[in-house]
């Protein structure tokens, strides 16, 4: 089994960093990287390449924008399936591969900050807790 390690928050540049190469390599741990609007850049294509030959595996982790959702959910799958097309263009022309795409199923996020508004937590709304409350954030 593959571990890997998730990084919401990490730039390319902090990935291609030696310590996170050499402990990345050494335990054969998959960096899962967030992967938001704006990263098909020189920067992630880069690291690519040197995750590439340094024979680490990434999973690219897809974002969409705040407004379209941030995750994947049955009211984006259009966008989002679009948006993977277009990395996996992008990476053909950038002559890298994309071992992994990390695919984070999740309510659209302006969905979670209503229901954080109606005075719900993310926890009760999976659990169907507070079902009144959760349905009206959800029609918003």
């Known amino acids: 089994m593959k571990i890997r390690v998730w990084a919401e928050y990490f730039t390319p540049k902090e990935a291609m960093g030696r310590k996170v190469m050499r402990l990345l390599k050494r335990y054969d741990v998959c960096l899962a990287i967030a992967f938001p609007p704006g990263s098909m850049n020189p920067d992630f294509a880069k690291m690519m390449k040197v995750y590439q030959d340094e024979g680490v595996e990434v ?30 263009d992008w990476a053909g022309k950038e002559k890298f591969r994309i071992p992994w795409i990390a695919v984070d199923l999740e309510p659209p996020y302006y969905q979670l900050e209503r229901i954080k508004r109606a005075g719900m937590k993310k926890s009760q709304a999976r659990t169907g807790e507070e079902s009144a409350a959760y349905g009206d954030a959800a029609l918003q």
Request: aromatic share 16%; no cysteine.
């Open 59 to 88: 999973a690219l982790w897809a974002l969409l924008p705040d407004e379209s959702g941030y995750w994947i959910s049955e009211r984006n799958v259009d966008e989002f399936s679009e948006v993977i097309h277009r990395i996996y």
